[in-house]
């Protein structure tokens, strides 16, 4: 089976690009022969990359122009199959692994001011992209989409009203031999000491670029509010706002509490330092990161606008609070801090670990080979 796989962008510490690069491997060993289609890529995990990089000047010019430069590259590669991340026309199958911008440009309305709001209305980015969107869906090549969660699934069927035999979950995969609950005994000691965080303290850990849509201040505020004045976070993750955000811990008297770590090549040190994962995401339709802190046996507090939540147990394996809700937040870490410090630390990381084990590498890898199979035989 011959399979192009279209993502345009690398970010080597990007949610999305670490899963292409685990589904290529996965798919690849399953035997398909997998080509990635992309403007340029760093240790992708295919044999076979095809170069697209048309020039560009601006997001809208540059998304545009790998749209029309891949689809024409791909009418005459000779694919059996065309998988794209992306949202262009020519693809047979989708994967939403951003989600419905549509809906989250509707998230983030609840978060902005008027001027911030009527700005996005008048983006001819957030037009083109809008636009892709309805074309995507509504092209009648499409054969399946690739839902990384339920809710995903849910907004591509309130928005554009494709019919449930299109749309498949298919949650990400992750490395289960990687990230462990060992993680804790190899780095947590060692880190702490070199950030001078008390092995006593309870470390909330962010992982993620995107400062403002994940939630970051937000988990800012909460931590300002928290009983425990001697718990951190830890913020791991590049991001442009990083300054700002330092200015707004030591507003609220936190500045000593939260480090900013920038991005991380390996991130598996600080899921082990780390005691509970925070995501206080204004739209995140699957993050990778919550399935690696609940595989390295973290609790997780994630947001209704998280497809993550649908792996967490409410006060099992940790709590689903609203996006924008930060006194909801501080009570949601105020209770893992209280529980994590009262004898049932060990509980929470083997229920958090139990509650990804079904979620493998390789089990995502046979459920994608299955789903284009039955692409290729007429059966979606």
């Given at each position: 089976m011959r399979i192009a796989v279209v993502r345009q962008r690398y970010n080597p510490y990007g949610g999305a690009e670490r899963f292409v690069a685990r589904a290529l491997a996965a798919l690849e060993k399953q035997g398909a022969e997998v080509t990635l289609v992309a403007r340029a890529w760093q240790d992708g995990g295919a044999a076979r990359t095809l170069k697209v990089d048309p020039f560009y000047v601006g997001r809208l010019w540059r998304d545009r122009g790998f749209a029309?430069?891949?689809?024409?590259?791909?009418a005459t590669a000779g694919f059996d199959l065309v998988q794209s991340h992306e949202r262009i026309a020519c693809c047979d199958v989708y994967r939403a692994g951003d989600g419905v911008h549509r809906q989250w440009l509707a998230n983030r309305a609840r978060a902005a001011g008027a001027l911030a709001r009527l700005a996005d209305t008048l983006s001819p980015y957030h037009r083109y992209v809008l636009d892709a969107e309805a074309a995507l869906f509504a092209s009648p090549r499409l054969q399946a989409v690739i839902c990384n969660s339920r809710m995903v699934r849910d907004e591509i069927r309130q928005w554009f009203g494709l019919p449930a035999e299109k749309l498949h979950v298919v949650y990400n995969g992750v490395d289960l031999d990687a990230f462990v609950?060992?993680?804790r005994e190899a780095h947590r000691a060692r880190l702490r000491a070199a950030l001078g965080v008390p092995e006593a303290a309870t470390v909330f850990l962010h992982v993620g670029a995107g400062f403002a849509r994940k939630g970051v201040g937000t988990a800012i505020a909460a931590l300002a509010q928290l009983a425990d004045r001697d718990a951190r976070l830890f913020v791991v993750g590049a991001d442009r706002a990083a300054g700002a955000l330092r200015a707004a811990a030591a507003r609220a008297g936190v500045a000593a509490r939260v480090h900013f770590a920038g991005g991380q090549a390996d991130v598996r040190p600080w899921y082990g330092a780390a005691d509970c994962f925070v995501l206080a995401t204004l739209y995140d339709p699957f993050p990778n990161a919550?399935?690696?802190a609940l595989a390295s046996g973290l609790p997780a507090i994630v947001t209704r606008q998280c497809g993550a939540?649908?792996?967490?147990?409410?006060?099992?394996?940790g709590h689903v609070v609203d996006a924008l809700d930060a006194d909801a937040l501080a009570r949601a870490m105020d209770d893992l801090a209280a529980r994590l410090g009262g004898g049932r630390r060990d509980d929470l990381r083997e229920d958090a670990r139990a509650s990804v084990t079904h979620l493998g590498l390789d089990a995502m890898g046979e459920r994608l080979i299955a789903l284009y199979h039955a692409v290729l035989e007429g059966k979606t």
């Open positions: 029309r430069a891949a689809c024409a590259q791909l609950p060992e993680l919550a399935l690696e939540a649908e792996l967490v147990q409410e006060g099992v394996t």
